[in-house]
């Protein structure tokens, strides 16, 4: 497994903007697709965003879609997670996880396709 350490959470009004960074301790993430999912208190895990290997395919959830954006420096073993227009639902610990090297699985929502995780960010929207 990869050690995965999120940073750049923190508390901002609605509208503002965070940038969250999760960095690796190995560089094989440069073969894995790297996925974000939140957490509010009393709900389940649900996805936010992934990016492929590669870099050359992003996937959003709905209801961040135009707001969030996913990049990745494979050379600094570093995912980031640029997050604008924030509102106050999208209060949640944020989690950077990281699926197997080189998996061809196609299904990049279930938290179950990631093996490694992040210790988790906290971001707080006030209103």
């Known amino acids: 497994q990869v050690q995965l350490v999120e940073s750049g959470g923190g508390l901002v009004q609605a509208g503002g903007s965070l940038r969250l960074s999760c960095a690796a301790s190995?560089?094989?993430?440069?073969?894995?697709?790297m996925g974000w999912f939140r957490q509010a208190p009393g709900k389940e895990r649900e996805f936010v965003t992934a990016?492929?290997?590669?870099?050359?395919?992003?996937y959003y959830a709905d209801s961040v879609k135009g707001r969030f954006t996913i990049s990745r420096d494979n050379a600094k073993s570093t995912v980031y997670l640029q997050m604008n227009s924030l509102k106050p639902e999208d209060t949640a610990v944020y989690y950077c996880?990281?699926?197997?090297?080189?998996?061809?699985?196609?299904?990049?929502?279930?938290?179950?396709?990631?093996?490694?995780w992040g210790q988790g960010t906290q971001v707080t929207v006030s209103s």
């Open positions: 996880a990281a699926r197997p090297p080189n998996s061809d699985s196609r299904n990049y929502v279930s938290p179950n396709e990631y093996t490694s």
């Open positions: 190995r560089r094989t993430i440069s073969r894995s697709m």
């Open positions: 990016i492929t290997w590669s870099g050359d395919m992003t």
